[in-house]
């Protein structure tokens, strides 16, 4: 898929689903401001262990049901 398409597509997604634009922009949003504080260790949690409730696991919840979403459109088509 060329980007414009995949762009086209991801916005779609997202327009359609406030809540996972809003769970993607957060996730997101906090690696970035953490980062410079904790690095790599803000993809843990304070066991250092990757649950459901750490930033990254989050993140790559709304990222894998943006694919989803983007393969379905993408067999509808």
């Given at each position: 898929m060329p980007p414009t398409d995949m762009a086209r597509a991801i916005s779609k997604i997202l327009s359609e689903d406030p809540q996972l634009a809003f769970d993607f922009y957060c996730?997101?949003?906090?690696?970035?401001?953490?980062?410079?504080?904790y690095?790599?260790?803000l993809q843990?949690?304070?066991?250092?262990?990757?649950?459901d409730s750490t930033?990254?696991?989050r993140l790559k919840s709304a990222r894998a049901a943006i694919l989803a979403n983007l393969a379905a459109a993408s067999n509808s088509a």
């Open positions: 996730a997101a949003s906090e690696i970035v401001d953490d980062f410079e504080d690095g790599p260790a843990t949690n304070e066991d250092g262990e990757y649950d930033t990254i696991m």
